[in-house]
């Protein structure tokens, strides 16, 4: 039986519970769960959006890029 080499990690929104997941090879995270390197450099292929679902499924704190905006919208010109 081959070993996967991957898993899904996945993060529910804080506010608006939405459920968002990410798919990552798993010696990188361990790496990662372990804090043996930073999400930037163990997951460098993927977008800050996929790389912030693996750092709220590590901390249990995480807002979806919706709610990111409604507690930090950009500020306008």
């Not at 039986?1 to 459920?19: E, G, L, Y």
Request: net charge negative; glycine share 2%; proline share 5%.
């Amino acid at each position: 039986m081959p070993m996967n080499d991957t898993c899904i990690v996945q993060a529910v929104c804080s506010d608006c519970r939405a459920a968002c997941e990410v798919t990552v090879e798993n010696i990188p995270l361990a790496k990662f769960m372990l804090r043996e390197q930073t999400v930037q450099v163990l997951f460098h292929d993927l977008t800050p959006e996929e790389r912030d679902v693996i750092l709220g499924f590590r901390s249990g704190y995480y807002l979806c890029a919706e709610c990111w905006e409604k507690f930090d919208p950009e500020e306008e010109e």
